[in-house]
């Protein structure tokens, strides 16, 4: 669903739908892990992985 509003402001941005739905999911269960990924451990290879993906994604 698309809201039909725009933010100009300083901090937070509207996210795309696709963004928001990957969220919503991964707050359930992340990847069959049986955990949301609220829950995984910082010290986890799950959580390493995420980290070590997110750093490739986006470094300069």
Not at 3 to 10: A, E, I, K, L
Not at 45 to 52: A, G, L, N, P, S
């Amino acid at each position: 669903m698309r809201r039909g509003v725009y933010n100009f402001y300083g901090g937070m941005a509207i996210y795309p739908p696709r963004v928001i739905e990957e969220a919503r999911r991964d707050l359930l269960e992340y990847e069959n892990t049986g955990l949301s990924i609220l829950e995984i451990s910082h010290r986890s290879q799950t959580f390493r992985e995420i980290v070590d993906q997110t750093e490739k994604t986006y470094a300069n």
